[in-house]
């Protein structure tokens, strides 16, 4: 008797016959509170889209809003690890093979031949000059040439005439760049008091200089000699600054290559590289910003 009680109370408050109510609504009451929620949540909607609308009209399609808390340009090389170690055997193909392709594969983009459009590239010397003025970001210029780097400019490490960018012989090269910023103007350093004794010799107008050492004590006398292959030894004005991807499409960055002629074979040696400019700093969180290391060890064994 209660079973049944029970059900007809839940049948009941499903539906109710008697009184012509849904789940205790009846028609009109359903209407009015689906009526209320459309409503609400419409208006919610709008508040949302209108608030996102006037957002995107403060922004440019073009040009960063704030740069003020944007770090300094990272230095990245090529080929790279996770574990920023280049390790091969000399005797072994297969060991150095991944550094030689990551090399070809960079370097395809800065070939010749994907440069000769003249609606798209300009020549802008192969000597140290001052920044190439393309007009403001917001101008109604459009699209910007880019300027040409061909990777001849890096000489023995370019990959023309020797596939193995130096591999083979024990003499690595390495493939650096500084990280795109848009609308960003790197300085030359004014003072030689923020670069070391033995990097002034870098100093030089429009370039900014870099240079590369032992990272530790033990490893002096142990790297050799460093040559560097590029324009001016270092990173050239005239390359900067970036116009961002939709004015600037065609962008190259400008490289340089290093070559590790003379290393000590079956040792790792540990190297860092270093940017100098006004407006590149150094951080003890990001080991790329405006430097890296690298663990370099070539063994013979």
């Known amino acids: 008797m209660s079973s049944t009680k029970d059900d007809g109370g839940w049948k009941r408050f499903v539906w109710d016959s008697d009184k012509g109510e849904l789940l205790g609504r009846t ?28 957002l995107l009209l403060t922004l440019s399609n073009y040009k960063p809003t704030w740069q003020d808390r944007v770090a300094p340009p990272g230095l990245s090389h090529t080929p790279r690890s996770d574990k920023s170690e ?12 991944p550094y030689t392709k990551a090399l070809k594969d960079f370097m395809a983009k800065y070939n010749e031949d994907i440069q000769k459009d003249q609606m798209k590239f300009e020549d802008c010397t192969d000597s140290p000059a001052d920044y190439k003025n393309r007009g403001d970001l917001e101008s109604d210029q459009g699209i910007r040439k880019a300027c040409r780097f061909y990777r001849n400019l890096l000489g023995p490490c370019s990959g023309l ?14 493939i650096v760049k500084l990280n795109r910023i848009v609308n960003f103007r790197p300085k030359p350093p004014t003072s030689n008091e923020s670069i070391p004794d033995e990097a002034q ?12 050492t032992n990272k530790r004590e033990e490893d002096a006398g142990k790297i050799g000699e460093i040559k560097y292959h590029g324009i001016g030894g270092g990173f050239p004005l005239q390359y900067y600054p970036y116009y961002g991807k939709l004015l600037h499409p065609q962008y190259l960055q400008p490289l340089l290559a290093l070559q590790f002629t003379n290393l000590t074979l079956n040792t790792e040696l540990r190297i860092e590289c270093k940017v100098f400019g006004d407006n590149i700093g150094y951080s003890e969180k990001d080991r790329y910003q405006g430097r890296f290391e690298i663990k370099l060890s070539i063994n013979s064994l």
Do not use: M, R
């Open 27 to 54: 028609g009109g009451s359903w209407l009015k509170i689906i009526g209320f929620y459309i409503i609400f949540y419409g208006c919610l909607a709008g508040v949302f889209v209108g608030t996102i609308q006037a």
């Open 86 to 97: 280049v390790s091969f055997n000399l005797n072994d193909v297969e060991t150095y093979l």
């Open 161 to 174: 005439d020797d596939p193995d960018f130096g591999f083979k012989e024990g003499k690595p090269c390495i």
């Open 201 to 212: 010799h870098k100093v030089q107008p429009n370039v900014i200089p870099i240079y590369c």
